[in-house]
């Protein structure tokens, strides 16, 4: 997802899609598939190495993942359950004549998951399906310098049809907040609210509540090169797992080193 470039949340939602997770494929289990893409760039003059234009994508992998195949470990096969997705969508920079537009994007998507799909409970399905979009948008500068200074927020926002899925729909939005001083042009701050409503369904067995509630804020200071250090505060106002007695709170802090 592109939020990954632009926000550093470590929080599920903002690389997989709350609706998506247990069936899209990716860290760490891996999987082969086939993908294409399209896309029409123009820009500034035309010039295609600022993109502003609209593209599609979609690809087809190997979908035993979502039935607890360690895909990673394993040999492709195509011939049984497959995950299928397909996203349309568009970018902008700023036109020469409108530098006060900032980047942004937007994307629309879906997906399909064959089976058979089962949890532990019980709850079985031949197959199962959802959607997802999202926005991404810088809103501002803090000063008119070539650094890459700036507020960039975002929104995104999933559902799907399944009687097995962890998660049924969600919602999120945040902002992160670039280089906002200009004597730590490579520091950012952020945070992040993640909205989930889970498969609280007896018949699934997961134990959920109908709903979980997240916060996260985030500070990420450059230390030298490219070594960067993030301390974390994660908040969960309402927990997701039944008999929680109050909201959770923990903090992290790790190291980065971009290469």
Known sequence: ???????????TPVFVGPAMLGFIPGYYNSAFGLYGAWKS???????????????????????????G????????????PLFKVAEVGGTWTPYADAPEVGWGSVAVGGWRQSGPLT????AFESQTGGMYAYLVQKLGKFRETKDQN??????????????TALMHS??????????????RPLDSYGFGFSWARLNANPL?????????TMLQF?????????????????????PGVMGATGPSISGTVQLTFPF
């Open 41 to 67: 760039w123009g820009g500034p003059g035309d010039n295609p190495t600022t993109p502003n234009g609209w593209y599609g994508q979609a690809g087809i992998y190997d979908g035993r993942g979502a039935q």
């Open 1 to 11: 997802q592109l939020f990954t470039s632009t926000t550093g949340l470590l929080y």
């Open 150 to 163: 700036g507020i960039v927020g975002f929104v995104q926002g999933g559902w799907n049809s399944s009687s």
């Open 69 to 80: 195949v360690q895909t990673g470990l394993v040999w492709p096969n195509f011939s049984g």
């Open 170 to 183: 969600s919602f999120g939005f945040g902002l992160t907040f670039i280089a906002p001083f200009g004597d």
């Open 204 to 212: 699934a067995g997961y134990g959920f509540n109908s709903y979980e």
């Open 119 to 122: 949890a532990p409970g019980g």
């Open 218 to 238: 985030y500070a990420q200071y450059h230390l030298v090169g490219n070594l960067f250090i993030q301390p974390v505060l994660t908040v969960l106002p309402t």
